[in-house]
């Protein structure tokens, strides 16, 4: 059952702070990373991308949180069905959270063809199309103005419609001082806040797991 819900879009922090909830007790913690370890759960997210019903209890069974693209896109969903889940939305600067994914995960030109991925990339990217870049984006991420503004709206949305008692509106450079006062957990003694999947790192690991 989940206990932490994410509702801050990829490329504002998420990385670090699965794995600073999991630091606290909170993990395991649900990410996009997930989804590449369990392509099993690509069908699941591509139903949910769809509109069908899904069952979220089987989905993250053994999960206590989920943070990240795709869970973050139905947030609304999980508050729903874990009504005494928390909600951290995590968000940065709008113009360095557009160059931070411009550099990483968003489309481009660049993507290699069908012909030359697995089924299993194939399936992932369908999924991750029908979400996030023409689900959320409308199929203009590339487009910065468009990209930010849609960014913009949806930290002004999860702030207008969760309950404030529920939600924490937080970037990862604070630390561990509100996140740890949100979830009712003492800060860690002599533990570095975990700052994780810069751009630089992100590159670096997407080149290695490319072979270049």
């Known amino acids: 059952m989940l206990r ?31 989804v590449f370890q369990h392509p ?26 989920a943070v990240d693209w795709p869970a973050s896109a139905f947030y609304r969903d999980l508050m729903g069905q874990y009504p005494d889940a928390r909600v951290i939305l995590t968000v940065r600067d709008p113009e360095r959270w557009y160059q931070s994914g411009r550099d990483t995960i968003f489309p481009s030109g660049a993507r290699a063809t069908e012909e030359d991925i697995s089924p299993e990339m194939r399936a992932h990217r369908h999924m991750a199309d029908t ?61 570095e806040f975990p700052h994780l999947n810069d751009t630089e790192s992100f590159q670096q690991r997407r080149d290695i797991q490319r072979g270049s």
Request: charged share 20%; hydrophobic share 40%.
């Open 131 to 191: 979400i996030l870049w023409n689900g959320i984006f409308h199929g203009q991420v590339l487009d910065r103005a468009h990209a930010i503004d849609i960014f913009t709206r949806h930290i002004e949305t999860v702030r207008e419609t969760v309950d404030p008692n529920r939600l924490l509106v937080y970037e990862v450079s604070q630390g561990w001082e509100p996140l740890c006062a949100f979830l009712g957990v003492p800060v860690p003694d002599g533990l």
């Open 40 to 65: 099993e759960h690509v069908p699941v997210w591509q139903a949910a991308g769809d509109g069908q019903r899904v069952d979220w209890d089987a989905l993250f069974a053994g999960y206590q949180s």
């Open 4 to 34: 932490v819900i994410g509702a801050g879009f990829g490329r504002t922090g998420t990385y670090s702070l699965k794995t600073a909830l999991e630091q606290l007790g909170f993990g395991p913690t649900y990410h996009m990373a997930e």
